[in-house]
């Protein structure tokens, strides 16, 4: 199983981005897809996840009205459209899968990818 994260980069307060997670080697559409963000010295966070079916879970606090997250299961790949960036969002940002429930715990997900990082300067 391989997942590919790309489409990070350097942007400004109130950019946009999107990432995309690219995933082979497993049964994509039977999977949860999450993004995960990890900041140096900080555990691995939750930002958002999506079932087979399309339906969506965002850390409430932090992303969700700027981040959506979506899945193309013909292409085996999810995306991460992420609106409004602020510095805090700066982060290597994460993909990974698992199945067959939907979870927020990253030790729950099975594989992952690579990394791709964000930095959002003020």
């Known amino acids: 199983v391989q997942l590919q994260a790309f489409g990070g980069g350097s942007v400004e307060a109130g950019a946009s981005l999107r990432l995309s997670c690219a995933a082979s080697?497993?049964?994509?559409?039977?999977?949860?897809m999450g993004w995960f963000r990890q900041t140096p010295g900080s555990e691995r966070e939750f930002v958002a996840a999506?079932?087979?079916?399309?339906?969506?879970?965002y850390d409430t606090d932090s992303v969700k009205g700027r981040f959506t997250i979506s899945r193309d299961n013909a292409k085996n790949t999810v995306y991460l459209q992420m609106n409004s960036l602020k510095p805090e969002d700066t982060a290597v940002y994460y993909c990974?899968?698992?199945?067959?429930?939907?979870?927020?715990?990253?030790?729950?997900?099975?594989?992952w990818g690579q990394g791709t990082l964000v930095t959002v300067s003020s």
């Open positions: 990974a899968a698992k199945r067959p429930i939907l979870t927020r715990d990253p030790l729950h997900y099975n594989y």
């Open positions: 080697g497993l049964t994509f559409r039977n999977y949860v």
């Open positions: 999506i079932r087979s079916s399309g339906g969506s879970v």
